[in-house]
C-alpha cells in the first residue's frame, strides 16, 4: 500500500525568509505523481505544484520548488520569499494509476512579519 | 468557469437524518470523487467517478452513497447521519480518466458537516 509522510506538523518562517516542508512515501511503483497543495484559512485546496516521477528535473512555480529524491522517496517543497499570503496547511500527495490521490496528514506553516 | 462548486458550505444533522451535499463542476471533467478531512489524518476518500453512470468506493465508503447521472454533477448522500461522520468534505475533479489517469485535481471550497 501507498503512503504519505509528512513529520512536521507545525513549522514557522519569518516573511521574506526560505523554509522547506519534508514528505516521503512509500510505494513500489515506478511511474507515479506527487503533488503539494495549500490549504488556506478558506478551507479551499489549491494546487502549488506537481512532479512527474519520471522526471529528472525538479518542478517549480515561481516561489514554490521541489527537491524530488526519487531514490529516498522524498518529495520536499521550498518556498522562496516567503510571504504573509502564504499561511496555510501544506499537504503532500501521492497518485498513481488507481484513480486515487493519496495525502500526508499535512503541515502547518506559519509566515510571521 | 466556476469550477468545482459545494452546497452547502455548513450544514448541522442531527443523529440519524438524512441529507446530500451537491457537488458540480463546469469543465467538462471526467473524474470526481469526494474526500473528507479530519484533524491529523489528512483527507480521505470516500468515492469516486470515472464517468457518469460509473461510481467506486475509495478508502473510507461506509455510510455514504453516491451517483453519477450526469457528467456535471456528483452527490454525495449520508443516509443516517452519526456523530463520527462530522467531518470538512471535499469535491474534486480531474480531465482525465481511467487507469494511467494523473491529472491535476481541482478541489470545491468544501462543507462543513456537525452530526450532534
Redo the contacts between chains.
Keep these: 500500500a501507498q503512503t504519505?509522510t509528512q513529520s512536521q506538523p507545525e513549522m514557522s518562517v519569518q516573511e521574506a525568509e526560505t523554509v522547506t516542508l519534508s514528505c516521503t512515501y512509500d510505494t513500489s511503483e515506478n511511474n507515479?505523481?506527487l503533488?503539494w497543495?495549500k490549504q488556506p484559512p478558506?478551507?479551499?485546496?489549491?494546487?502549488v505544484i506537481?512532479q512527474?516521477a519520471y522526471k529528472q528535473q525538479n518542478a517549480t512555480e515561481n516561489r514554490f520548488s521541489v527537491n524530488f529524491q526519487k531514490a529516498a522517496k522524498s518529495f520536499s517543497l521550498k518556498i522562496s520569499d516567503s510571504q504573509l499570503g502564504d499561511t496555510a496547511m501544506y499537504?503532500c500527495a501521492f497518485?498513481?494509476?488507481?484513480?486515487?490521490?493519496i495525502?500526508?496528514?499535512?503541515t502547518r506553516l506559519q509566515v510571521f512579519p | 468557469n466556476a469550477g468545482v462548486t459545494q452546497t452547502p458550505k455548513f450544514q448541522v444533522l442531527k443523529t440519524g437524518q438524512s441529507m446530500t451535499l451537491q457537488c458540480a463542476q463546469d469543465m467538462n471533467h471526467e473524474?470526481m470523487?469526494w474526500?473528507r478531512q479530519d484533524p491529523?489524518?489528512?483527507?480521505?476518500?470516500i468515492h469516486?467517478s470515472?464517468g457518469a453512470g460509473i461510481t467506486d468506493q475509495?478508502?473510507v465508503p461506509n455510510g455514504y452513497n453516491v451517483s453519477r447521472s450526469t457528467t456535471e454533477d456528483f452527490p454525495l448522500r449520508l443516509l443516517s447521519a452519526a456523530p463520527s461522520q462530522t467531518s470538512?468534505y471535499?469535491c474534486?475533479s480531474s480531465a482525465g480518466?481511467?487507469?494511467?489517469?494523473?491529472d491535476?485535481?481541482?478541489?470545491?471550497?468544501?462543507t462543513?458537516l456537525t452530526v450532534l
Design positions: 504519505v507515479y505523481y503533488f497543495y478558506s478551507r479551499q485546496m489549491i494546487l506537481r512527474e499537504f497518485l498513481y494509476n488507481t484513480d486515487k490521490l495525502f500526508g496528514t499535512g | 473524474y470523487s474526500y491529523g489524518m489528512g483527507l480521505r476518500l469516486y470515472v475509495g478508502e470538512v471535499f474534486a480518466t481511467g487507469v494511467g489517469n494523473t491535476t485535481q481541482y478541489f470545491g471550497p468544501g462543513r
